[in-house]
């Protein structure tokens, strides 16, 4: 089996409920891998 690529994609969203509706938490996590040698992580967060 020969290899020819390492590209992948991955999504995932999540909700945290904690009881009253100020407290509900939202999250989208959002990999990729796109043939390279080295790691880059970049991360994206709310104001606040």
Do not use: A, C, H, I
């Not at 009253?20 to 390279?36: A, D, I």
């Amino acid at each position: 089996m020969v290899l020819e690529s390492m590209t992948g994609y991955s999504r995932s969203d999540g909700v945290l409920k904690l009881g009253v509706p100020e407290q509900t938490w939202r999250w989208t996590w959002e990999l990729r891998s796109v043939n390279s040698k080295g790691f880059d992580l970049r991360s994206k967060l709310p104001p606040g």
